[in-house]
């Protein structure tokens, strides 16, 4: 991995990746995460996302210091008093790489494409279900109407939400296919080459709206594991290195004089044991309560995270400010009352309740096998457990998730947008988030269902939180999950000492564009 690294900077400087001789040299990022498929209608992960992000608008965007949502593509929006129709202004003179304008035809052909394709292994349901029709008014006036009210369109709609980003796309790519790349974007930065599981190149886009990226050429290259990730920023291969690095490694760089380690709180992310209630053993409620009441998140922060995330008994993450309605639900450690349920349920030290603990060893970081084994050894001290161990690698892990394929596994999740139902509603509903909706034959579905829709179609903030406090007391009697740990004071970046202007926003994404090195 290495040498191919040297290799990029050396074609780079050579011109022969579309730099002439003599140009500065690119701005490096190591990453271990990569890009499923480079779509906007067939893509759901966050480093995908991320590249998409980097590339094109929205019509909104999230503010990274205010948390508001202000204009992106869109200079000013009318929400009509019903709730229903939105009317967006566009910014004049916005073009797309390719040339052609960003109007509002390019609005109205970009939505209504992603919405229509729809893949299925995509977002779009964050925003499908909600959008009525497209019209575009005039030139630079785009209207949206809504198939019902909903409060939290606007969120849905922000660039931190890929099936909401606007796209030119290129002529050869027929109505039915997924764009895998070829499309043109408005963002600060224009793909100039991607090599799957190998690296993303962009180069600055001179047409911006917005202010210049500092680095005009950034090379983006995927690593195997925290491991070589580790090892390419202390040899300087990268000039600084993003996600999964392994306490170890983090440890390790911090005595490192060429390397600088930062910590980014808070985090709106969270981890958690998900159950598929459909499967056997777990189908039975005393089941999952008594895992709730056996497992060990402090063994699990002491031993794994020596004491930077935070436990946490709510799908709601703890952050400051608190997302409204949060409400700590589930129960402290309690191994007596886990022993009670499992006799309740029938079983015993003779005859003990044997369940698959599943993970996947690098997506998160290689810190997992380490958090599974904790886990197993918590619900083991209960006598009346016996745990299998298994893992997967991301893409099968993901396949097997989307067919009901696990009994008991771990997850993690950072927000699509930052309002408390993108925590509630995944793993509940028909969310597009749950991955094949499995979880959506669990006894109490369609109370989950009203309470959630009735929540995200109210505007008063006191009765959408009462709504959002049942989903969490309703969850914690039918337990379709544990929560575990929020990430706080997880997230941990690496830089080479020349490298400036290094930050995250609220999802934990970084902000290439404001990077540079000196």
């Given at each position: 991995?290495?040498?191919?690294?040297?290799?990029?900077?050396?074609?780079?400087?050579?011109?022969?990746?579309?730099?002439?001789?003599?140009?500065?040299?690119?701005?490096?990022?190591?990453?271990?995460?990569?890009?499923?498929?480079?779509?906007?209608?067939?893509?759901?992960?966050?480093?995908?996302?991320?590249?998409?992000?980097?590339?094109?608008?929205?019509?909104?965007?999230?503010?990274?210091?205010?948390?508001?949502?202000?204009?992106?593509?869109?200079?000013?929006?009318?929400?009509?008093?019903?709730?229903?129709?939105?009317?967006?202004?566009?910014?004049?003179?916005?073009?797309?790489?390719?040339?052609?304008?960003?109007?509002?035809?390019?609005?109205?052909?970009?939505?209504?494409?992603?919405?229509?394709?729809?893949?299925?292994?995509?977002?779009?349901?964050?925003?499908?279900?909600?959008?009525?029709?497209?019209?575009?008014?005039?030139?630079?006036?785009?209207?949206?109407?809504?198939?019902?009210?909903?409060?939290?369109?606007?969120?849905?709609?922000?660039?931190?939400?890929?099936?909401?980003?606007?796209?030119?796309?290129?002529?050869?790519?027929?109505?039915?296919?997924?764009?895998?790349?070829?499309?043109?974007?408005?963002?600060?930065?224009?793909?100039?080459?991607?090599?799957?599981?190998?690296?993303?190149?962009?180069?600055?886009?001179?047409?911006?709206?917005?202010?210049?990226?500092?680095?005009?050429?950034?090379?983006?290259?995927?690593?195997?594991?925290?491991?070589?990730?580790?090892?390419?920023?202390?040899?300087?291969?990268?000039?600084?290195?993003?996600?999964?690095?392994?306490?170890?490694?983090?440890?390790?760089?911090?005595?490192?004089?060429?390397?600088?380690?930062?910590?980014?709180?808070?985090?709106?992310?969270?981890?958690?044991?998900?159950?598929?209630?459909?499967?056997?053993?777990?189908?039975?409620?005393?089941?999952?309560?008594?895992?709730?009441?056996?497992?060990?998140?402090?063994?699990?922060?002491?031993?794994?995270?020596?004491?930077?995330?935070?436990?946490?008994?709510?799908?709601?993450?703890?952050?400051?400010?608190?997302?409204?309605?949060a409400l700590p639900t589930f129960p402290e450690r309690d191994l007596a009352v886990a022993r009670?349920?499992?006799?309740?349920?029938?079983?015993?030290?003779?005859?003990?309740?044997?369940?698959?603990?599943?993970?996947?060893?690098?997506?998160?970081?290689?810190?997992?096998?380490?958090?599974?084994?904790?886990?197993?050894?918590?619900?083991?001290?209960?006598?009346?457990?016996?745990?299998?161990?298994?893992?997967?690698?991301?893409?099968?892990?993901?396949?097997?998730?989307?067919?009901?394929?696990?009994?008991?596994?771990?997850?993690?999740?950072?927000?699509?947008?930052?309002?408390?139902?993108?925590?509630?509603?995944?793993?509940?509903?028909?969310?597009?988030?749950?991955?094949?909706?499995?979880?959506?034959?669990?006894?109490?579905?369609?109370?989950?269902?009203?309470?959630?829709?009735?929540?995200?179609?109210?505007?008063?903030?006191?009765?959408?939180?009462?709504?959002?406090?049942?989903?969490?007391?309703?969850?914690?009697?039918?337990?379709?999950?544990?929560?575990?740990?929020?990430?706080?004071?997880?997230?941990?970046?690496?830089?080479r000492a020349n490298v400036k202007g290094l930050s995250l926003d609220i999802t934990m994404d970084?902000?290439?564009?404001?990077?540079?090195?000196?």
């Amino acid at each position: 991995m290495a040498k191919m690294v040297r290799m990029l900077v050396v074609l780079v400087a050579v011109g022969l990746l579309g730099l002439g001789a003599g140009a500065v040299e690119p701005l490096i990022m190591g990453t271990t995460d990569r890009v499923t498929e480079l779509s906007f209608e067939n893509s759901y992960d966050a480093y995908t996302w991320h590249v998409l992000r980097h590339t094109t608008g929205a019509l909104v965007k999230l503010d990274d210091e205010t948390l508001e949502i202000v204009g992106d593509l869109a200079q000013s929006w009318e929400i009509s008093d019903d709730g229903m129709v939105y009317t967006f202004h566009l910014r004049p003179g916005v073009k797309f790489w390719d040339g052609k304008d960003c109007d509002a035809q390019a609005v109205k052909f970009a939505l209504e494409r992603t919405i229509r394709l729809d893949g299925p292994k995509g977002g779009v349901g964050l925003i499908k279900p909600y959008i009525q029709k497209i019209e575009a008014v005039d030139k630079l006036t785009v209207r949206i109407t809504l198939t019902y009210a909903d409060a939290i369109f606007l969120s849905r709609m922000t660039s931190q939400v890929a099936p909401a980003l606007i796209y030119s796309l290129d002529p050869s790519v027929g109505e039915n296919e997924y764009t895998r790349g070829r499309y043109a974007g408005t963002g600060p930065y224009k793909l100039v080459e991607y090599k799957p599981d190998q690296y993303v190149k962009y180069e600055a886009y001179d047409g911006y709206y917005g202010p210049a990226p500092k680095s005009r050429e950034v090379i983006e290259v995927m690593y195997a594991d925290a491991a070589t990730l580790r090892a390419a920023i202390e040899a300087g291969d990268v000039d600084f290195v993003f996600r999964t690095l392994a306490p170890q490694d983090i440890a390790d760089l911090e005595k490192n004089p060429n390397v600088i380690v930062e910590y980014w709180p808070p985090s709106p992310g969270i981890r958690y044991l998900l159950f598929n209630v459909t499967q056997p053993p777990v189908d039975e409620v005393l089941v999952r309560r008594a895992i709730a009441y056996a497992v060990d998140r402090q063994a699990i922060i002491d031993q794994v995270f020596s004491g930077i995330v935070d436990p946490i008994y709510t799908m709601v993450p703890n952050v400051d400010p608190p997302f409204f309605g949060a409400l700590p639900t589930f129960p402290e450690r309690d191994l007596a009352v886990a022993r009670e349920l499992l006799t309740k349920a029938g079983y015993s030290e003779a005859r003990p309740v044997e369940l698959n603990l599943w993970y996947t060893p690098s997506h998160y970081g290689t810190f997992e096998a380490d958090v599974a084994t904790v886990i197993a050894g918590s619900l083991e001290e209960t006598g009346m457990i016996k745990i299998r161990i298994q893992s997967l690698e991301w893409a099968a892990y993901s396949e097997r998730m989307s067919q009901g394929g696990f009994d008991m596994f771990l997850l993690g999740w950072h927000p699509d947008y930052l309002e408390t139902s993108n925590f509630l509603a995944p793993w509940l509903t028909e969310a597009p988030e749950s991955m094949g909706t499995f979880m959506n034959h669990h006894p109490n579905y369609e109370a989950y269902k009203w309470m959630l829709e009735l929540a995200t179609s109210t505007v008063d903030i006191a009765e959408r939180s009462g709504l959002y406090k049942g989903v969490q007391i309703l969850s914690t009697i039918d337990v379709p999950w544990v929560p575990l740990w929020s990430m706080t004071d997880e997230m941990v970046t690496a830089r080479r000492a020349n490298v400036k202007g290094l930050s995250l926003d609220i999802t934990m994404d970084i902000n290439v564009y404001r990077i540079y090195k000196e």
